[in-house]
């Protein structure tokens, strides 16, 4: 016993100290109090990654440590978002026979009559502006929030733990799937812990209940069957994924040369042959999002669906990039807000970019693939109006598979956009903002022009096979 506390005495300080760190956050802390959620998190990122670097070979220990971490948060209020109030209500109506992409909570609220217990909390809880629209969840997503209100019943924090618990099942499949994906790609096995054990990981997507590592689950999913030639299922589990979360759909354009990947153009049979896989595959991914959507299916949902996905592009701000400096050319010059005219326009740079990578990236194997996926989804939310913590979760656990480690800053400067909850009218700190996106580039501009790939070597990966060698 003497010998194991003096081996893992440091380990175990700062496991106890970020179970502490866990504590405050979860307990002990308003979102107002920046200075201490910056604070907390700083010590929580430095700690993390000493944790990684000290226990890399005990995987065993790493993933109790992350299931701990998590655990921290299962009885506590979601301190940073509102959105699981909505979450909460959506899942509920499902339960209650309502079609919720058909009505607004606003529209409920009129009446007062509710099908459900605490109708006026949960739309008090997620304040006017989202009561006000109609959900833009998808239907897998409307299907794990009905899980959660089942199992939690009329009890907010029942649900709440309900929803934390599917998602710690997630991130541990996230964990599994990874750890393989890395051994297939001759990998370090410990990088998937610069996602399990990431603060903004525990804090965001388990502490403030968000989906998106639902999502990513199933998009890892599909990526590792795609690895292994099981393209149907990769078709079907990319469909679940953009049925959580519809992300995924700007990832579609990249695949084809993947799964072209073996034909041969000097036989038509075999490329008519695998031009038909490709259209099965999109056509299964297609066919699986419909069935999703086809419970709910109206021409009103169809018209609420799109308005509601559309209020992010055209009507919210927060913490963008690119679109700010746009927006202050737009005030200096025609002197008011140029939201409205300039995101169709963004919207259009993304699609073509994305269809630039998709016919010029190298994507007929797979880091080279996962690279494009990376810079994609940066580049949609460097030009995105909206940019919320969470939504970094994507780009953060794509990039343990490439080279490329800008993400991860990311993952550790996103949370100063948390600044602008410091004023009652949530007013943005530009000077931090410019921080976080500056720091961003600069990682990836050094990554992208200077630095050399390390070697695994240094890094001691384990030497694994892959299942076949000409797709790494």
Known sequence: MKKFLTLYK????????????????????????FIKLITLY???????????????????????????FRFVFLFAMPNLSQDFYRFIWDGRMLIAGENPYLSTPAQWAVTGDYYFAQGQQLVDGMGALNASHF???????????????????????????AYRILLIFADLGIVIIGRKLLEDLKLPEHRIFWYFLNPFVIIELIGNVHFEGMMLFFLLSAIYMLYHGRWFYAALLIGVSISVKLIPLLFLP??????????????????????????GFYGCTALCVLLTFLPFLSAALVDNFS????????KFEFNASVFYVIREIGYTVKGYNVLMKVTPYLSLIIFLFVIALSIFGRTVRLKPLLVTMVFSIFFYLALSTTVHPWYVATPLLLCLFTRYRFPLFWAGTVMLSYSAYMHPEVQENFWLIGI???????????????????????????????????LV
């Not at 084809?256 to 038509?268: H, P, S, V």
């Open 135 to 161: 959900t833009n969840y998808p239907p897998i997503n409307q299907l794990f929030f009905a899980m959660g209100a089942m199992i939690g019943w009329e009890s907010i924090s029942g649900t709440l733990i």
């Open 254 to 279: 990249l695949l084809w040369k993947f799964i072209m990947k073996e034909r041969q153009t000097n036989t038509l049979m075999k490329s008519q042959t695998y031009l038909l896989k490709l259209i």
């Open 436 to 470: 976080e996106y500056g720091v961003v580039v600069g990682v990836m501009v050094y990554e992208l022009f200077w630095r050399k790939p390390t070697s695994l070597k240094k890094e001691k990966a384990r030497t694994v096979q892959p299942a076949d060698p000409s």
């Open 10 to 33: 440091l380990p175990i300080i700062f496991a106890l100290t970020v179970l502490a760190f866990y504590t405050s956050f979860a307990y002990d802390l308003e979102r107002a109090d």
């Open 42 to 68: 700083a010590g929580l990122t430095f700690l993390s990654y000493k944790l990684i670097q000290l226990l890399k070979v005990n995987f065993t220990v790493l993933v109790v440590l992350g299931v701990v």
């Open 307 to 314: 308005r509601s996905v559309g209020l992010w592009f055209q």
